[in-house]
């Protein structure tokens, strides 16, 4: 089965290190490769708008090369980019809106859909269009919850570090779109035992 | 216990939070309520389905990227070749692959035709903006180079050989380019803008593949080789499509107009003897000491030849090395020889050939005459 695009914290570091030290593309490229879609993705649920949110998120990578020397002396990369990101978008929605808050309730979480190449035993195309329209019925604040721990793999306390909210509140949360789907493929998917 | 408790555990699991406490405790649960297996089963294949990743938009938002970068005066361009040597001494790039030595043996011809090729799509500022200008990039006898089009498409022109397309349109509908000279596409693919390659006797139109393309003015055939994925070309004399197969190579009679006819070579004998048959469609070239597929081995840095007329060779080590060759023997044109250069000079070379093949040369400036 196809496995999931993650990048871990040991490769992280060796990115950060080649571009600190050898200036090297490749490697930046590859950093912007694995962050662009989700941090996109991310700035998009706040700004709305999928232009903003590409120059949101190019701003930030050139302020990644701009200050490349000292790029080690980041100690975590990875939120250091959705914390950047985050910051920078809610600084656009101020200009245009006049509001700086990060409304959890007011976002647009767009919930990218599931890869129509991977291989899966149980889950047919149709019942993949389900699950989407079952998450895509969650609230804002549940549905961005679920998506940056399924889709960005982030831990619980990046969540809540990241969106201002309790550990707790993830642990409610991410549990009620589970429950949410298991509800839809409960209803969906014909037993074994059943004749 | 409740038993809405399988699904916060659940949840934590699959985060990587669950502890080892909790991960027995689900396993129970999941035996004691036995209607819930499904839906856990099911969650945990969803919850490691990748989401869609769009290769094509990241190559051509990195594109966009960079000429923001450039803007505010970081050229990425600069520190690629830079970084090509002290890169070197680093464990991860040892294992390079040739493809990426040659792209950095040849750093010096790509600065130049990189500079062509900025130059040109100099007026891209935003986003949003609209980019104006065709990009032609061009090379000599002796010079090959390799470029990255806008939707992140590789292509390595081999030498003599001039690539144009319209950067106001490339990709907004669909991929176009024009083509003389040989080049080799390695095509980003994307359904929904077919990558349509014209040159004066065909169009080849594919999807997302890796192929090679022949059509030198003044050479008697246009030749399609394809190494994976499947195009369609479209012989402009006669519109008539043919649709092309890995490891296959379409050969068209550049000068014919004949009734249409459409031969498989089995063998290369049958290339070697038809009568100049319209169309052929054949199998690739295998060289025989290293498979190295011939049609492509340039890409590679390597002039190779296998059973070829020698008057062929010459033309392709006229291109090659960017000097004249001439041959005053009927018969010694005829000679098939094979052969495999990489960083020979052209003396070199012909002195190798000289050894399967009694030839004498000389050599005035850059003019080289082969006689018996």
Known sequence: ?195 | MNRDRIWTLMSRKLSGEATQAELSELDDLVKRYPDADIPVKFIHEFWAIPTESDEEFLEATFHLHSDRLKEKGFDLEINKFETGSLNLDMPVERRRSKKKLFWFSSAVVLTAAIVVFNLLSASKKTYSQEKVAQSEVSTKNGSRTKIQLPDGTSVWLNSSSKLVYDNTNFGSNIREVSLTGEAYFDVVKNPNKPFVIHTAKMDIKVLGTAFNVKCYPGEKTTETSLIRGSVEVTLKDRQEKIIMKPNEKLILNNDDIKPIKQLVAKSKQAVIDKVNPIIELSHLTIFPKDSTIVETGWVENRLIFSDERLDEIAKKMERWYGVSITIDNERLKKELLTGSFEKETIYQALNALQLTTAFTYKVDKDVITISK
């Open chain 1, 1 to 195: 089965m196809k496995k999931k695009q993650t990048i871990n914290a040991h490769e992280l570091h060796e990115l950060q290190q080649r571009i600190a030290d050898y200036e090297d593309v490749s490697a930046y490229k590859k950093l912007f490769f694995y962050f662009f879609l989700p941090l996109k993705s991310f700035s998009y649920s706040i700004l709305k708008s999928k232009e903003a949110a590409e120059e949101a998120v190019s701003d930030i990578f050139i302020e990644i090369w701009a200050k490349r020397k000292q790029l080690l002396e980041i100690e975590d990369l990875k939120m250091y980019l959705y914390i950047s990101v985050r910051n920078a978008s809610l600084r656009r929605l101020q200009q245009t809106q006049k509001t700086s808050m990060l409304s959890l309730d007011d976002l647009a979480v767009e919930f990218a859909s599931a890869d129509p190449n991977a291989e899966t035993f149980l889950i047919t195309n149709e019942l993949a269009h389900k699950i989407d329209l079952a998450i895509e019925s969650l609230p804002q604040q549940c549905k961005i919850i679920f998506k940056l721990a399924k889709q960005d793999n982030l831990k619980y306390k990046e969540i809540a570090q990241l969106l201002n909210i309790s550990v707790k509140t993830i642990d409610n949360q991410l549990s009620t779109a589970l429950k949410k789907i298991a509800t839809i493929l409960n209803t969906s998917v014909k037993r074994p035992s059943s004749n």
